[in-house]
Structure formats: structure tokens, C-alpha cells
């Protein structure tokens, strides 16, 4: 589904000082219908790749492949959620769910269905006609990723989408997007600084380096899905544990 292959990204600098190497010698596939999480410590090029995967900036080497196809831009096949929704302050919640599908040219009738039923979905029915300001953060976020779901794409590229809001939104966000998961079968890559939730999240789990960030580890999560409750497992414990050392010892 998806192929990585020796990905090279520096950035210049201002007032000739010296560029800044953000990944090197990038490399990792992803499976159709797989959910991987994504690790690292600050700084180690986490949002780079995911910018470079969903085509909105160029590596400086190595390549992007999506179903064998070169990523050269952004593409229909993907979407990307932000940690922060970048919701339009003119847009109600039916307006931006809606927006790419209006600007792919789906008819007004036929957009506002798929985003009702998307609203619905991510457990905002009712919320139609509310703006960004009168939403919580948490309901900011499942607007970003109604809008990312209704132009129905096979890969979700999410940069940590719960960092920012309280713990107990971020569980309810977490199983929410395991039930998508679980519905739709899409391909997901969903960058975290947590641990916890890579592991209730994710198929695998990649660790990154520090920067200039490439991958040293790949960690499968043996726990069947569906999920629900803490993890708590005598098989999550361990995986745990041996994640938080390897992420202290980078």
C-alpha cells in the first residue's frame, strides 16, 4: 500500500548557518488496511513524514510509493488530520465537513448527506450549525476528521490529533477511531508521542531516531482487534515497558 524508500529531508536555514537534517535514509512499507503508529523522541522529523506522505512537501532524496504509484503531490487516496483542525471561523460544522467535497465538485445535495451522516458518525449530530467558537477542542477534532473522512480516502495520515485536549476526550477520541477503524478498513499512519496510545492504536508500532530521524525498530502488537478497556494485558505490560526503554535510550 505504502513504500518508503531512503528518504532524505534537510531544511536550510536562515543567516548561513548550518541546514537542519530532518530524516535520513527514511525506509518502511505499510499494508492495506494496517494501522501503524509512529514514535520519537521531539524533533525527530514525525510531522516531516507525514507531510512528505501526504504530498505537501518534497523529500530532497528517495521516493513515496502509493500502490506502487510515486507520490508527487497531494492525492484523493489521501488525508491528513492535523493536531490541530485548522477548522474555518466562518464554517459551521456541516459547511467544513462538506468543503472538499466541494471542492470536488460533488453537487450540494449529495455533500451535505455524506456529511450528515459523517457528523453522525463522529457523534456530532446536532452540532450542524455550531461555528468553531462555540466547539471544545474535542469537538474541533472530530470535525478535522469528518472532514478528512468525507472525501473517502484509503490512507489517514493523523499528526498527534489528541495531543491537545484532556484525557478523557482523548479516550473517547481513541475508541472512536478504532470503531472507524474497524468499520471502514482504511490504511492508517498516526504519529503519537504516547505510548500508551500507540499500543491500543496501532497494528505496529515504529520507533524513530533522534534527529535526523530514521526508523530502529518495528514492534508488532499482538492484541486482537476489536479493542476495548486499558490494555493492561500480560502481553501489553511488557511491549510497554520495552517501548518507554528503547525511546529513553535513543
Known sequence: MISVRGIRKTFATENGAAATPALDEFAFDVAAHEFVCIVGPSGCGKTTLLRILAGLIEPDAGEVLVNGTRVTGPGPERAIVFQQPTLLPWANVLTSVAFGLQLRGVNKAEREVIARELIKTVGLEGFEEHFPRQLSG???????????????????LMDEPFAAVDAQTRRLLQDQLLRLHLDTQKTIVFVTHDIDEAVRLGDRVLVMSQRPGRIVESVTVSVPRPRSGDLESDVVMPLKAHLWRRLQAL
Not at 138 to 156: E, F, K, Y
Open 138 to 156: 474535542g469537538m474541533q477534532q472530530r470535525v478535522g476528521l469528518a472532514r478528512a473522512l468525507a472525501v473517502n480516502p484509503s490512507i489517514l
